[in-house]
């Protein structure tokens, strides 16, 4: 299987009152906690002989810089007013020749390498065309959908990412439980981000 993994790090992060994806947590820029752990997912998927891309989406050149110097393609967006309906579209138009693409955000520093390779393995053993996880009922990100959804995926607009897709799918959605639901937290306000700084 060809696997995109798309990290969508273009928000305007309106209620954070800065950047949130420079904001440091645990020692690193919010951001390249999600970054580094995507990295640990291609190394070892490399490994096993699948074809893994990693592809970040961004508005920001901090952002654009690290990855280009860590081999990572970045894309542009020039329009992250339209909301992450237009981060998506970009990485997806960049990944069609993939079987399946992942999508993660990159305010949630907490997720795992771990919990990123069970739900592709849980897309691989299920044979969904769409996996992503939970935490306590509610479905979140990462979430990854094959190719015969690209289509409705690029159909999507404004401030909205896949969940429209899932929910008309859910018969065809394989969900990935997390233990650990701080995993899944997204820090939208400082407060959430602990003893971050900038």
Known sequence: MKLGLIMLAAGNSRRFGSNKLLYTIEGEPMYRHILSELMRVRKALKEQKHTCE????TQYEEIEEEARA?????????HPDE????????GLKANLDADACLFTV????????GTIR????LLETTG???????SEGRLGNPCIFTKKYYDQ???ITGDRGGKSVITAHRDDTAVLKVEDGKELTDIDVKAEAGRGQM
């Not at 860590?70 to 020039?78: A, E, M, R, S």
């Not at 069970?118 to 393995?121: A, E, F, H």
């Open 153 to 155: 995926l690029l159909s």
């Open 83 to 90: 909301g992450i309906s237009s981060s998506l579209k970009i």
């Open 118 to 121: 069970q739900l592709i393995t």
């Open 128 to 134: 969904k065309g769409i996996a992503c996880v939970s």
């Open 70 to 78: 860590l081999g990572v393609p970045v894309y542009i967006n020039p």
């Open 54 to 57: 990693i592809t970040v989406v």
């Open 106 to 113: 990159s305010d949630q520093p907490w997720l795992t390498a």
